[in-house]
Nanobody
Framework: QVQLVESGGGLVQAGGSLRLFCAAS????????MGWFRQAPGKEREFVAG????????YYADSVKGRFTISGDNAKKLVYLQMNSLKPEDTAVYYC????????????WGQGTQVTVSS
């Protein structure tokens, strides 16, 4: 089993920044993909960003490209999401997720951290 714990959420004004953290523990995979998802009230959970541990490739939703940056430290089993130029529409619960690279679905999920952006 893989345990994921997010932190770093909070309340910020539009245009501000936040940095989210995800700590992984338990069984981990050398070749894993880590991702951030979010779910706003009344909406489906959506992909935000992902990073491949083995090659370092990163992936972003169009809505956050140029504003958010995903990074990670495999040795420390930490994943970060730097969020800049935040907008009210970024308000959501943000979830960290993990999967082996060869899988198509994310298998492990954290409990989520709330991000609220005020206008």
């Amino acid at each position: 089993q893989v345990q994921l714990v997010e932190s770093g959420g909070g309340l910020v004004q539009a245009g501000g920044s936040l940095r989210l953290f995800c700590a992984a523990s338990g069984r981990t995979f050398r070749r894993a993909t880590m991702g951030w998802f979010r779910q706003a009230p009344g909406k489906e959970r959506e992909f935000v960003a992902g990073i491949s541990w083995s090659g370092g490739s990163t992936y972003y939703a169009d809505s956050v490209k140029g504003r958010f940056t995903i990074s990670g430290d495999n040795a420390k089993k930490l994943v970060y999401l730097q969020m800049n130029s935040l907008k009210p529409e970024d308000t959501a619960v943000y979830y960290c997720a993990a999967k082996p690279e060869w899988e198509t679905r994310y298998e492990y999920w954290g409990q989520g951290t709330q991000v609220t952006v005020s206008s």
